[in-house]
């Protein structure tokens, strides 16, 4: 049997401890049954996890941001308690779709959108397709560099690979079991973050269908239009960087920075690609600063 992106953890098990689990709710749109945190009252922060995580992984930054701003952060498709209907639902464009349709369904138009990794390329292209108004963006280490030259396709096609291989996965969320192995996963972003953090990590990675989902998203994800379109991006970027991230490279903001010139760059010393996990009061205060600076 193969794995479904639909297979999602089971939020009467896993969900009853989650962090902010008080501002947890399910909302509803075409394909998607989505798991979001909503917190605060204010001005509206949309917070976008990336690759691999959910919105555990503002579980100490979004109550700090929900002090002033509702903050609302969705689990994206395929990512934790999030159900989609579509194994499509994974790539860069399809992602747009349903977070516009989410918001829609919230009617909520966001003062200011911060996406960590992969969550910061959704967080451009809702921008630069006119969705999210004059709202700066924060980029958080975000993964907005393509895979280079003949290693792409390869790359791609063996994420897919592995997406439809219930094997593979199986074999993945085995490993998971072992906690040690999850420690040295996520210490190779260059991050080190609190047990807390590690044990839901591994609760997801340990999930077949968070798997399958994460790998699904890699394997589809292709960041050559964007890329070729953020030079035409006139709403307010803010490229927030950990110098010690290995997962993705200080380079790739600069290089960003070439194509946007009004962007602006904040070195974060001693932090890895996790650096809202590891120093969220730090990244909460970039954030309330630049939403209450505002366009």
């Given at each position: 049997?193969?794995?479904?992106?639909?297979?999602?953890?089971?939020?009467?098990?896993?969900?009853?401890?989650?962090?902010?689990?008080?501002?947890?709710?399910?909302?509803?749109?075409?394909?998607?049954?989505?798991?979001?945190?909503?917190?605060?009252?204010?001005?509206?922060?949309?917070?976008?996890?990336?690759?691999?995580?959910?919105?555990?992984?503002?579980?100490?930054?979004?109550?700090?941001?929900?002090?002033?701003?509702?903050?609302?952060?969705?689990?994206?498709?395929?990512?934790?308690?999030?159900?989609?209907?579509?194994?499509?639902?994974?790539?860069?464009?399809?992602?747009?779709?349903?977070?516009?349709?989410?918001?829609?369904?919230?009617?909520?138009?966001?003062?200011?959108?911060?996406?960590?990794?992969?969550?910061?390329?959704?967080?451009l292209r809702l921008s630069l397709d006119g969705l999210?108004?004059?709202?700066?963006?924060?980029?958080?280490?975000?993964?907005?560099?393509?895979?280079?030259?003949?290693?792409?396709?390869?790359?791609?096609?063996?994420?897919?690979?592995?997406?439809?291989?219930?094997?593979?996965?199986?074999?993945?969320?085995?490993?998971?079991?072992?906690?040690?192995?999850?420690?040295?996963?996520?210490?190779?972003?260059?991050?080190?973050i609190d047990e807390r953090g590690l044990d839901l990590?591994?609760?997801?990675?340990?999930?077949?269908?968070?798997?399958?989902?994460?790998?699904?998203?890699?394997?589809?994800?292709?960041?050559?239009?964007?890329?070729?379109?953020?030079?035409?991006?006139?709403?307010?970027?803010?490229?927030?960087?950990?110098?010690?991230?290995?997962?993705?490279?200080?380079?790739?903001?600069?290089?960003?920075?070439?194509?946007?010139?009004?962007?602006?760059?904040?070195?974060?010393?001693?932090?890895?690609?996790l650096a809202h996990e590891e120093r969220p009061d730090?990244?909460?205060?970039?954030?309330?600063?630049?939403?209450?600076?505002?366009?």
């Amino acid at each position: 049997m193969s794995t479904s992106v639909a297979d999602r953890p089971d939020w009467a098990v896993e969900g009853l401890d989650w962090p902010n689990r008080a501002a947890s709710r399910f909302v509803e749109t075409p394909g998607v049954t989505w798991h979001i945190q909503d917190q605060g009252d204010g001005p509206t922060v949309l917070l976008l996890h990336g690759a691999g995580a959910a919105t555990h992984s503002w579980r100490d930054l979004l109550p700090l941001l929900a002090s002033s701003f509702r903050v609302i952060a969705p689990d994206l498709p395929g990512h934790g308690f999030t159900r989609s209907q579509s194994r499509q639902d994974l790539s860069l464009p399809a992602m747009t779709r349903h977070v516009r349709a989410l918001l829609e369904a919230l009617k909520v138009q966001p003062s200011l959108v911060a996406g960590h990794s992969a969550g910061a390329a959704v967080a451009l292209r809702l921008s630069l397709d006119g969705l999210l108004g004059p709202a700066p963006v924060v980029s958080i280490n975000g993964a907005l560099q393509p895979f280079a030259g003949m290693v792409a396709p390869v790359f791609q096609g063996l994420a897919m690979g592995l997406f439809a291989n219930p094997l593979a996965v199986r074999l993945f969320t085995s490993s998971a079991q072992d906690p040690a192995r999850v420690r040295r996963v996520l210490e190779g972003t260059g991050s080190r973050i609190d047990e807390r953090g590690l044990d839901l990590y591994g609760r997801l990675f340990r999930n077949a269908g968070h798997v399958a989902g994460t790998l699904g998203m890699m394997g589809q994800w292709d960041l050559r239009t964007l890329r070729r379109d953020l030079g035409r991006l006139t709403t307010p970027l803010h490229l927030v960087v950990g110098a010690g991230d290995l997962a993705v490279p200080p380079s790739v903001a600069r290089g960003v920075l070439e194509t946007v010139a009004h962007a602006q760059i904040m070195t974060l010393t001693g932090l890895g690609h996790l650096a809202h996990e590891e120093r969220p009061d730090l990244v909460a205060e970039i954030i309330r600063k630049l939403a209450e600076k505002g366009p």
